[in-house]
């Protein structure tokens, strides 16, 4: 057991990992770092992504996090390769450049606004960083408010930066939250899988009421419905929904939209 | 989590990365800082020794440079001890960290051996077989290549005996690796 450590990569897919475990990639026939390539004859080679969860280390990929091993196949984009990451259950956020959040405004000082984002450092936000925005017209932000970002600036070195417009300037959905509803908390996996697409709980829930939702990548949800009952019952099956299998969940939903 | 060798409980909470107070901020890695509270009473120099320990082990293993100028605080309670309590404890603050998804090396175990007065070797001791023994020697040993990354012993023992103590062990170690495998299998098939 203490010589066997190397696992091929593709064997562990969707098999829980520990950290500890290091995970062998197939060698490349073309990897060669003395030869120079000269000429259009040049095939590029697909770069692996290294996802969260994972660490390149000399044999392979080191495990840091347990969890499920995840590959996406060789496609286009950045990760032309291939990507592996791990699939891990956490409730502390960690702040991650282009994550969209929702973030509790703490502080106003000068011109820029904190942020308690739930992670280890508030995030700071600029009065210029919202659509139409400019030095005279000033965005009415009090202390309290909630406000929906995405993290511009976001590692370990630097305090995190959220701005509430994208590249083009517009908002797309970004800005201060409206009054009323109800903002709790819950874990990150289950936030993971509500985003994906064509979630069978968010279908559900709209058969049974009307609602408005806005999903923070920090674990945070924001919900408003018509009336409070039905706002708090929302809030209630959002919360069971990670313990719950689907057919607990569907039968809970049956019998409230029969009462 | 509470993992519990016979009747030793211990209950493990972690807390972080989370903010920090400016005098203890280190500048490129994690603070982490180990809390251990006895069953009755208040804590004293044995609970703060083991605390100390305790923390050692765990800054061997975790990334603290990915979360620089950050605190990760854990806190175990003793809930009820039978013997072994060091080794349980390092068993706790391992499942600590792993369910909370703070970055690892590696994983870790605690293992205790007591050696009796005729010199056999007793793993996992009781209360009654450590008060009795000549020596209670804890190990705690990692998951990569079963190195040792702490050891400390009650009592005296000759180096040949310790040699022995260490390979009984790392084979002891096996068997907690599993059972953290198995647990962690459990909790990603519910999902």
Sequence with gaps: MATGRGAAAEACVGQVVLPGDVLLLPAHPDEDGERLRLGAGVAPRGRLLCGPGLRRCVAGLLVTKCGLLRHRPAGDGAAAGGAYWVDSQQKRYVPVKGDHVIGIVTAKAGDLFKLDVGGSEQASLSYLAFEGATKRNRPNVQVGDLIYGQFLVANKDMEPEMVCIDSSGRSSGMGIIGQDGFLFKVSLGLIRKLLAPKCEIIQELSQLYPFELVLGMNGRIWVKAKTVQQTLIIVNILEACEYMTAEQRKQALAKLSGN | ?191
């Design chain 2, 1 to 191: 989590s509470s993992p519990s060798p016979g009747d030793t409980s211990v209950l493990a909470g972690l807390y972080g990365p989370a903010e920090v107070k400016g005098s203890k901020e280190l500048p490129d890695r994690a603070a982490l800082e180990v809390l251990l509270r006895p069953k009755v009473g208040l804590p004293g120099v044995i609970e703060h020794s083991r605390e100390q320990l305790l923390r050692q082990t765990c800054e061997a293993v975790v990334l603290g440079t990915l979360h620089p100028r950050t605190a990760i605080t854990l806190v175990l309670q003793v809930l009820s001890d039978a013997g072994s309590l060091l080794a349980c404890c390092l068993n706790a603050a391992c499942m600590g960290l792993l369910d909370a998804g703070l970055p690892l090396s590696s994983l870790f175990c605690g293992v205790t051996c007591a050696l009796d007065p005729n010199g056999a070797i007793v793993l996992d001791p009781t209360t009654r077989q450590e008060q009795e023994a000549r020596a209670v020697l804890t190990f705690a040993i990692d998951s990569a290549e079963r190195k040792v990354l702490m050891a400390t012993t009650k009592g005296s023992c000759s180096v040949e005996e310790m040699q022995q103590c260490l390979a009984a062990a790392q084979r002891a170690a096996d068997t907690i690796f599993q059972f953290y495998r198995d647990s962690v299998r459990r909790r990603y098939s519910k999902s």
